[in-house]
């Protein structure tokens, strides 16, 4: 917020602040399945959902910066996965395998607290997170782009808990989409722009808006624009270890460096130990062994392990508990059992 308003200041544009607590956070959740209509498991929703009511009492209509990153190389992944992948390519495969499981084995606990030992401002949950995919990754990459598939997927998809075998796939199995480009980095954000922009980004704060009537444009993703940016070497996206370096030549005519570089921050909140905390009830029921079994929908027993290793803290597994969080939620709406939950579900709604 603070640089926020200095940049504001610079600009002589207005500046609005939205504090919010971590109970009001929580309190939006019940909300999230009626919200999305369907599964949806980014958990940054949770703050998304506070701008766009927040923006609404401003305006009708806003604008987006989204597909900036995907356009112009502004993930942190597009600079730091070939540095990563140059380091791990001289080790065997073996051994690269063997440093990925010993990760896995690392406790939360231990992340926080070389988090603190380090200096990191990253919240424990994020640098759990962080590393967990960074195990996968380890675990299973030959190359750039499997390290690039690692450092995303929460599963691989013979891990993924469903009773239905036949009913998983994905995008990022069709290798034909990214053919004809020979630069990984190229590759990453064309997969991005296919699979993560439309299926992760855009529902996110589309549906979080339109939910209090907010129209949202995203100016990056004219076509017109677009085209530009694929046309434009990578040399003139990721520059000196940094990304969107032709977009910073633009905002430095209007805005100093000094106010706008910083490290990139994401736009999320502490789930791992709100599901330990104030979460924890509520997420109990929702993974209840007979209930999951009940449904048949998911495979009780490595969610019912990974919730035990979450809850005792022996793991971080927040991103994948809360993607099966978000479905359980989603199909006690569409689907009610009880006079209670259809209250709940009206409740909700109001």
């Known amino acids: 917020a603070p640089h926020a308003a200095a940049v504001a200041r610079h600009l002589g544009t207005e500046h609005h602040e939205l504090r919010v607590s971590a109970a009001k956070a ?20 949770i703050p998304t959902s506070f701008i766009c009511a927040a923006a609404r009492g401003q305006v009708t209509v806003a604008l987006s910066g989204d597909g900036g990153d995907e356009m112009f190389g502004g993930y942190n992944r597009y600079v730091s996965g070939p540095r990563l992948w140059r380091l791990l390519s001289r080790m065997p495969a073996p051994a690269r395998r063997a440093v990925g499981r010993a990760m896995l084995n690392v406790p939360a606990s231990l992340w926080d607290r070389a988090a603190r030992l380090s200096g990191s401002r990253k919240r ?21 782009d499997e390290l690039y598939r690692g450092l995303l997927a929460q599963w691989r998809a013979e891990d993924v808990p469903v009773a239905r ?10 290798a034909s989409l990214v053919t004809g480009l020979d630069e990984a980095v190229d590759r990453m954000m064309l997969w991005d722009s296919l699979t993560y922009l439309p299926d992760d980004i855009l529902v996110k704060v589309d549906r979080a808006a339109m939910a209090v009537s907010l129209e949202t444009r995203v100016p990056f993703l004219d076509h017109r624009v677009a085209e530009v940016a694929w046309r434009l070497p990578l040399s003139m996206k990721i520059r000196d270890g940094q990304g969107k370096w032709a977009l910073r030549q633009i905002l430095y005519r209007h805005v100093p460096p000094a106010l706008i570089e910083r490290p990139k921050a994401g736009f999320a909140v502490p789930i791992g130990p709100w599901l330990r905390g104030p979460l ?14 009940r449904e048949g929908y998911l495979d009780a027993a490595p969610i019912r392990r990974m919730w035990a290793e979450h809850v ?19 199909h ?7 006079n209670t939950r259809m209250a709940y579900r009206q409740e909700a709604r109001d």
């Open 280 to 293: 924890r009830d509520w997420a109990d029921d929702l993974l209840d062994e007979a209930r999951l079994r």
């Open 26 to 45: 929580r309190d939006v959740i019940p909300r999230l399945p009626v919200m999305y209509d369907e599964p949806f498991a980014d958990s940054s929703q």
């Open 332 to 338: 006690g709406f569409t689907v009610p059992v009880s």
């Open 165 to 174: 075998r036949d009913a998983t796939s994905t995008r990022l199995d069709d």
């Open 124 to 144: 424990t949950s994020l640098l759990a997170d962080k590393a967990q995919k960074l195990a996968n990754g380890l675990r299973h990459a030959d190359s750039l």
């Open 312 to 330: 005792s803290g022996r793991r971080d597994w927040s991103a994948r508990l809360w993607a099966v969080l978000m479905f359980q939620a989603w």
